[in-house]
């Protein structure tokens, strides 16, 4: 059973908190979601160690703790100004090495109410192999663990998962909601449920279609998804972006034959954008406006809507019209239950400012994924033990 920090004893809270966070955007919209859960330990904790990540840093080097070799837009130095910044000016000090004795002794020393920001833990490879002695490192920082970082709980990670083996733990009141936001759309969702997936990576959405084969009205398909399923069924998609995984081509030949899944039926071609393999050559890069309208339709009539992925290259403004126009038509039917979630899609949402005409955004795009087909998060699974 996870124990929610909100939840929490008052007494259980004294000491120093770790807190683990995600800052990993584009954006400060991570990080604004989890104020809540900081102003809540400053009330009740004597002090806040930060730790979180960035991207996927290569060849790190390390002289006496201080890590080197690093892409400067991966240091978190930066996020320390801006957590500052949305706390009113409060001072979060930045720790840019991991000699741990001297942090302890520093943290120790630090009056109530200090912040401290661990740089990003990814410069350690203890960190992505959930190496149990790098964890041991973090947790000797501090009384007592939280969890606040949803988007990067479905990655069995040190500061994720083998931190909590050592230190009293809690979720925190941004993964607290994610908890309870996902599951109303997995545990009796309101029919009619629809599902509207897109993106590069049809693979990606495998365990959520299998968990919502019989419980999904509809499955309406865009993006790598569709064009996919469209290949598997004949159709020459010529340099369109489709899964090749070998892993995941018989599940989805058998999903492409659903009577649930609607497909494109018409589409905005273009030269391939130089990203892509067969870059230069003919290419879907968004679907049609009859697509469009087919797709709305089931949207209008929907009391529950999850969509994952952009239906087109919506890097390309010519290309994001129907993204555009199907999350217009989710922000029209304020009757049902929508949510949504990945950085991708949020932040094409906040562009057009739709993002707060759903019910619900998730933080995590991957996590939220897996959450969805009820995969077990190594970072939920941990909090449970």
Known sequence: MIKYLSAARPKALTGTALLRLDFNTKDDWR?????PTIAFLLRHADRIVIVSHRGRPQG????????KGFARGLSLKKDAAELSRLLGGRTVTFIG????DEIRR???AAPRGSIFLLENLRFSPGEE???PAFARHLASLADFYVNDAFAVSHRANASVAAVAKFLPHYAGIELETEIASLSRATVKPKHPVVLVLGGAKASDKLGVIAFFRKKADW??????SANTALALRGMDVKGSVRDTDPTAVPALGAIARYKNVVLPIDFVWGSAAPSMA???????????PKTVAAFNKKIAA???????????LIETPRYAAASIAVAKAIARNRRAYSLTGGGETVMFLKQYKLDKKFSFISTGGGAMLDFLARAKLPGIEALKK
Do not use: C, E, Y
């Not at 790190?60 to 890590?67: L, M």
């Open 60 to 67: 790190v080097t390390f002289a006496d703790g201080v890590p």
């Open 302 to 312: 929907a009391r529950t809507i999850i969509w994952s992925g952009p239906l087109g």
């Open 97 to 100: 090495h991991f000699r741990f």
């Open 129 to 131: 192999k959930n190496d």
């Open 31 to 35: 990080m604004r979601a989890v104020l």
């Open 106 to 108: 520093q943290v120790a």
């Open 219 to 224: 499955f309406l398909l865009g993006g790598g």
């Open 278 to 288: 067969s870059a230069g050559s003919a290419a879907i890069l968004d679907v049609g």
